[in-house]
């Protein structure tokens, strides 16, 4: 793979960041709680569909979808209910990628099927689905009806990239797919992870505030290189978590997920190591023991994996940057606009 190098720290504004971030979180989450219902059945339903949602989380597609709008011209109530409607569609994908991957924390506390059963948080997340068309609904007495459509037809192709990601991933683990290379963990990722943390809300957001003036395939390109550098920064951060890290550490090891860095070491790696690795990730998750995953964890130190995947997501970023100064030329410097570049940054910055 060959990217622009990575960008440039002084690019960087974190207290922006956070400041954005914090805001349109909060104007989200209020929003949105104005779609989880207050009814029966509230215990085995309405409380575990809030769950997740009232877990906080870094309300980075919400804060996208809304910048972009403002940065095109919108105010913040243009967008909000398509901010809703994202995070309500990014939560119930959570609920059921826990269950399918045995994951055991979420956002620092036991996943929901760890407190509800498998059961009942299956259907929590069917519900958080459901509730996501809400406030598209919504957009129609808030915007133009061609805009809304599109929107609608946006959030069902998003969700369309999130299931056919999904599947590659869960298909590999359960073929043991040790036969993979670079661009087939990218591809997964420009579906499972691209469209909804970054393209997603980007093209939603531009639909709002540019009214169908402004191009929206380009915010595929932009969008796959920030959302790639997210996942594999993501990736990295399940190996060597910051403190306030809430999902379980080594977590991918134990779940036999083809990162990355597990496909570099399966090329970099000597014909014994390879086996006992390709052997390692073709059992169960029960079956892995705590010293295996240690001994995966310096394998992918001493392969130069870790390495890989840190220059890997900085050329990603770097090409993001590129991308970003192409597309937004002629849109007017605002903080939402220093907001979204300076995410491009502070994908790899993140400890959490």
Not at 79 to 101: F, Q, R, T
Not at 176 to 197: G, H, I
């Amino acid at each position: 793979m060959h990217f622009s190098e990575g960008p440039n720290i002084a690019d960087f504004d974190e207290p922006l960041i956070q400041e954005v971030l914090d805001e349109y979180g909060a104007l989200t989450r209020t929003h949105m709680n104005g779609y989880l219902p207050q009814a029966e059945p509230r215990r085995y339903l309405y409380e575990p569909a809030a769950d997740y949602p009232n877990r906080g989380g870094k309300m980075l597609r919400s804060s996208l979808c809304i910048a972009m709008a403002r940065a095109m011209g919108a105010n913040v109530e243009d967008a909000i209910a398509s901010a809703a409607s994202i995070e309500l569609l990014h939560n119930a994908m959570l609920v059921h990628d826990d269950i399918e991957d045995a994951s055991e924390e979420r956002r620092g506390m036991p996943t929901l099927h760890a407190l509800y059963g498998a059961a009942l948080a299956i259907n929590a997340g069917d519900a958080m689905w459901l509730l996501s068309l809400g406030p598209l609904k919504d957009n129609f007495h808030r915007l133009d009806h061609a805009i809304a459509l599109r929107i609608f037809e946006e959030t069902e192709r998003v969700a369309w990239e999130s299931a056919e990601g999904q599947a590659l991933e869960l298909g590999w683990q359960r073929d043991n797919r040790t036969d993979l290379f670079d661009e087939d963990y990218l591809q997964m990722v420009l579906q499972k992870t691209c469209w909804l943390a970054a393209i997603h809300p980007m093209r939603v957001g531009c639909l709002i505030g540019a009214r169908g003036q402004m191009p929206l395939d380009p915010l595929i390109r932009l969008g796959f290189f920030l959302g790639a550098a997210f996942q594999i920064q993501d990736d990295l951060l399940n190996l060597e978590p910051g403190p306030a890290y809430g999902k379980e550490v080594n977590g991918d090891l134990f779940e036999g997920k083809r990162t990355l860095m597990i496909i570099h070491a399966l090329r970099h790696s000597n014909a014994p190591e390879r086996r006992q690795l390709a052997a390692f990730m073709g059992r169960a998750r029960a079956s892995r023991s705590d010293a295996e995953v240690a001994w995966v964890r310096e394998l992918l130190e001493r392969s130069g994996a870790l390495q890989y995947a840190r220059t890997t997501a900085q050329a990603l970023a770097g090409a993001a940057l590129c991308e970003f100064d192409r597309y937004f030329a002629h849109v007017r410097e605002t903080r939402d606009r220093q907001f979204m570049r300076g995410l491009i940054v502070w994908v790899l910055r993140r400890r959490h």
